[in-house]
């Protein structure tokens, strides 16, 4: 009982921000970007909306798909793994063993699937993972970087 009171004191004297799981790099070089971009957005569109939209879908596309890459692929894996809990299944025949999400380029990689069978039920399980992922009107973008846009954009427009 002692240690369950030690770990909550513990906790509570713990600021949020630390408590939560440091971002993979492939989500910092997103805000990042639009952090280094916002400026320049605010300039080249008429409003706040077209700003974001702007940093968003031009100004830092790139590095905004492999933050929504990383979120597909780590949902894709989760998704993978309960499906696959539960099963008996072989040391040898598990081809879900050692598989990670790089956490610069948001690829799923495999490291124990050998056979041609099981890369290629990741693929169809990677293009499906948007259906999974909210629908067909979902954005597929990370929420937390469309309100990081959002705010840049409007902290960059209140400046004097």
């Not at 031009?58 to 890459?69: I, S």
């Not at 081809?95 to 069978?117: H, I, R, S, Y």
């Amino acid at each position: 009982m002692r240690l369950i009171l030690t770990l909550a004191a513990v906790l509570a004297s713990t600021p949020a921000a630390a408590r939560q799981a440091e971002p993979p790099p492939a989500v910092k070089n997103a805000e990042a970007c639009l952090r280094q971009n916002a400026a320049d957005a605010v300039r080249a569109s008429t409003g706040a909306a077209d700003a974001a939209a702007f940093l968003m879908d031009y100004l830092c596309a790139g590095p905004v798909e492999t933050a929504a890459r990383h979120a597909r692929s780590t949902n894709t894996l989760t998704m993978l793994r309960e499906m696959q809990q539960g099963a008996e299944v072989a040391p040898e025949d598990d081809w879900l063993a050692g598989a990670v999400v790089d956490p610069v380029t948001g690829e799923l990689e495999l490291k124990a699937a050998k056979d041609p069978a099981a890369q290629g039920g990741l693929m169809a399980m990677q293009m499906m993972s948007s259906f999974f992922g909210g629908g067909q009107n979902a954005d597929p973008r990370p929420i937390a970087l469309r309100e990081l846009a959002g705010r840049l954009v409007q902290e960059v427009r209140a400046r004097p």
